[in-house]
Nanobody, 129 residues
Framework: QVQLVESGGGLVQAGGSLRLSCTAS????????MGWFRQAPGKEREFVAA????????YYTDSVKGRFTISRDNAKNTVYLQMNALKPWDTAVYFC??????????????????????WGQGTQVTVSS
């Protein structure tokens, strides 16, 4: 496992933008898919977006397609989530995750179990209407 530290959350008005960052420490994550999940109050954690270990493919949940963009910088062991046109229902705690298996696809991250891979502590995103 690796230590993951998220940043960039905050309070924003609907229609605004935020950029989340997640940096891994202790070892390189360049061989692993990385992604973002979120959990709203009273709801289960859900997949948001992922990027493959190469950075060449991405995968998004339907509700964020066209608004969110995931990217990674392997030299910095960091994954980003650019969130535009934010909506009140995007309000949630956002978690960064790294797959436990190497060389997997972005789509494989949709099935990442909470007890597998590495997870950050989460960063709060609040979108006001």
């Amino acid at each position: 496992q690796v230590q993951l530290v998220e940043s960039g959350g905050g309070l924003v008005q609907a229609g605004g933008s935020l950029r989340l960052s997640c940096t891994a420490s202790e070892r390189s994550t360049s061989d692993y898919a990385m992604g973002w999940f979120r959990q709203a109050p009273g709801k289960e954690r859900e997949f948001v977006a992922a990027v493959s270990w190469t950075g060449h493919s991405t995968y998004y949940t339907d509700s964020v397609k066209g608004r969110f963009t995931i990217s990674r910088d392997n030299a910095k062991n960091t994954v980003y989530l650019q969130m535009n046109a934010l909506k009140p229902w995007d309000t949630a705690v956002y978690f960064c995750a790294v797959d436990g298996d190497r060389f997997t696809s972005a789509q494989a991250m949709t099935a990442l179990r909470p007890d597998f891979g590495s997870w950050g502590q989460g960063t709060q995103v609040t979108v006001s209407s």
